[in-house]
């Protein structure tokens, strides 16, 4: 082989190679446009297949125990403390006194109410002495007309007609004081009806000094000390503070929102498992009574459960969480929680199109699980939606969509 030869030969086989790189690079640049649709301004958009599942997973709530009872009391009547039995955290039992008011001015018409009524009782007596005597002088004088009218009738002219018109006159006369005094001993008794009313008001009034506990339990707040001015709690005029505040902690009530796509599965006795923090402790209960209406603001029902507490761990206002189930549902459509913006009972998501465009759907939403939500209409079975933030899409936007694999609830690939 010649020089020349072997030199063709070298420059053909360059010519070639840089032809090779050449396409190769053309390939390449082609490829990296095709896997980074960002570069050419189409973002990647991460969706997942709508399809069929169960629902009916335990629904995890916080709540926080309240006292089953708790109530600020109050004075009924104005006054000075004149002694106080209880401060912060004091146990007291239902009926025991909690503080002694002092009203100098009740006393003393309280004492005017006892001298009233023994004045009533005294005209009453009097008055009944008047009916005596009116009685025994109607008779006196009934039985001399009686006479007189009698002696007229058996022989005329023996009696003058006119001592007959007098004793008849006395004889109404006398009749007519009985009628006067059973009057008087009538308003009498009346007038101690008044009296004995308006002691038995002072009387009550008094009872009101002494505060006493509505119901067992522990004083939680005292607002007032010894020799504090405390106004009526029924005067409209001021606002009366209360004297103290006494909550019922033998019995505690765990109040839950349930939200609006349970709350009409929820039924009296149903299981709840609750986790106190605070202790570490689990415990169960059942639901003991809900408001069977929906909140306009939150759209939950307040649904309540009663734990015993004898022992006094339980504080009101400790945090829990709280597991219900809910009866289960096969066979339903669902899409990630993460996919739908809710409202209430509906809701909208973006469902990517053949065309992988953006398109926004309302949607109607039904049971709710841990993961995913029940689709009652809105979507159909293999449709893609968009999952995670919704800010950086908006509708009518070309997307490059990459499908993740969740799983359906009720399957081993659900998380």
């Known amino acids: 082989m010649t020089n020349r030869k072997y030199l063709v030969i070298v420059a053909l086989a360059l010519v070639g190679v840089l032809v090779f790189w050449g396409l190769f690079r053309h390939a390449k640049t082609e490829a990296d446009g095709a896997d980074n649709p960002e570069h050419a301004g189409v973002p990647v958009a991460a969706v997942v297949r709508v399809g069929h599942g169960t629902l009916g997973t335990p629904l995890t709530l916080a709540g926080g125990f309240k006292p089953f009872q708790e109530v600020d009391l109050h004075a009924k009547v104005a006054g000075y403390i004149k002694t106080m039995y209880v401060d912060v955290g004091s146990h007291v039992k239902q009926g025991q006194t909690l503080a002694v008011l002092e009203v100098p001015e009740l006393a003393a018409e309280l004492s005017g109410a006892d001298a009233a009524v023994r004045r009533a009782k005294e005209e009453i007596r009097r008055a009944q002495g008047d009916v005596q005597r009116a009685k025994s002088a109607h008779e006196a004088t009934h039985a001399m007309a009686e006479r007189l009218t009698q002696a007229s009738d058996s022989r005329a002219g023996l009696v003058a007609q006119q001592e007959v018109d007098d004793a008849r006159a006395k004889d109404l006369e006398g009749e007519a004081q009985v009628s006067s005094a059973q009057a008087a001993l009538s308003a009498a008794e009346q007038a101690l009806d008044v009296a004995v009313a308006t002691q038995q008001q002072y009387k009550a009034l008094s009872d009101y000094t002494r505060i006493t506990a509505p119901f067992a339990g522990v004083i939680t707040v005292r607002y007032a000390d010894t020799g504090s001015l405390i106004a009526a709690g029924t005067s409209s005029s001021t606002q009366s503070a209360p004297v103290v505040r006494i909550a019922q902690i033998s019995v505690l009530r765990l109040v839950l929102p349930i939200p609006e796509s349970i709350a009409g599965q929820i039924r009296p006795g149903d299981p709840v498992k609750v986790h106190i923090q605070a202790l570490n402790q689990d415990s169960l209960g059942k639901v003991s009574r809900f408001a069977d209406a ?87 079975d293999g449709e893609r939606v968009v999952i995670g933030s919704r800010n950086e899409f908006r509708a009518g936007m070309k997307v490059t969509p990459k499908e993740i694999e969740l799983g359906q609830p009720g399957t081993p690939g659900a998380r």
């Open 294 to 380: 929906l909140d306009p603001q939150t759209r939950t029902m307040e649904t309540e459960i009663d734990f015993q507490n004898p022992d006094g761990k339980l504080l009101p206002g400790m945090y829990v969480e709280a597991k219900i189930g809910v009866a289960a549902k096969t066979d339903v459509l669902t899409v990630p929680l993460e996919a739908v913006e809710t409202n209430g009972s509906e809701g909208t998501v973006l469902v990517v199109s053949t065309q992988n465009t953006l398109e926004e759907r309302k949607v109607q939403l039904g049971l709710q699980g841990s993961t995913h939500i029940e689709v009652l209409s809105g979507l159909s």
